[in-house]
């Protein structure tokens, strides 16, 4: 079974922190994704790497960056956290570029 | 912009009833359409997908429809058990667009005992 380990369940901030959200996979995926998924909004792409040390934009990455130094570790950082980036964030992979995602628990941030 | 539009927001099924959740897409590009089903404290895990090549999938109680000229697409799910209560979210993507799942904004589903 794939197993993707976000290491940080729940976490709280104050406004203008800099906070790190990892990610962790075992299944050797090339894929790796950043969503947020917020009520009545559904899921949405943040950041994603196609290989170690590349990434891509997602549908809404202003205000966060993302690192990828190895294949396993995808980590996304909220450089100065807002309120409005309070939500649950999701990372996922996936084996190739088409196919099924591999979801973590969630990462549950509350900015104060 | 959200290019899946899904419905509706929350549902109520009686135990055995038959749950039937909408989405509606915009792309015309979009191949493929998987369904996530997400627990409470867990991530999304796929629970059923197919491609426009047929306009129905069945996978045990779960059944999706396809209609590409209306470019619409259901879960049915037959028989609801309190255990299927969950979210459900259904997703679209263009597979050579490397990914870019665009997903609905999801249903609560809750099944009565």
């Known amino acids: 079974d794939v197993k993707v380990t976000q290491s940080s369940r729940y976490l709280v901030k104050r406004t203008g922190e800099k906070v790190f959200l990892e990610c962790v996979q075992d299944?050797?995926?090339?894929?790796m994704f950043w969503y947020r998924q917020d009520p009545g909004l559904g899921l949405r792409l943040i950041y994603f790497?196609?290989?170690?040390?590349?990434?891509e934009k997602g549908d809404i990455p202003e205000g966060y960056s993302v690192s990828r130094e190895k294949k396993e570790r995808f980590s996304l950082i909220l450089e100065s956290a807002s309120t409005n980036q309070t939500s649950m964030y999701l990372c996922?992979?996936?084996?190739?570029?088409?196919?099924?995602?591999?979801f973590g628990e969630g990462s549950r941030l509350t900015v104060l | 912009q959200q290019q899946v539009k899904q419905s509706p927001q929350s549902l109520i099924v009686q135990k055995g009833g038959i749950s039937i959740i909408n989405c509606a897409y915009e792309?015309?590009?979009?191949?493929?359409f998987p369904w996530y089903q997400q627990f409470p404290g867990k991530g999304p895990a796929l629970l059923i997908a197919?491609?426009?090549?047929?306009s129905e999938k069945k996978e045990g109680r779960f059944t999706i429809s396809f209609n590409k000229s209306a470019k619409q697409f259901s879960l049915h799910i037959m028989d609801s058990q309190p255990g299927d209560s969950a979210t459900y979210f259904c997703a679209a993507d263009k597979e050579t667009s490397g990914s870019r799942l665009t997903f609905g904004e999801g249903t609560q589903l809750t099944v009565n005992p």
């Open positions: 996922a992979t996936m084996w190739d570029r088409a196919g099924e995602l591999f």
């Open positions: 790497s196609y290989d170690v040390k590349m990434k």
């Open positions: 792309n015309t590009a979009f191949d493929y």
């Open positions: 197919i491609r426009p090549d047929v």
């Open positions: 299944m050797d995926h090339e894929n």
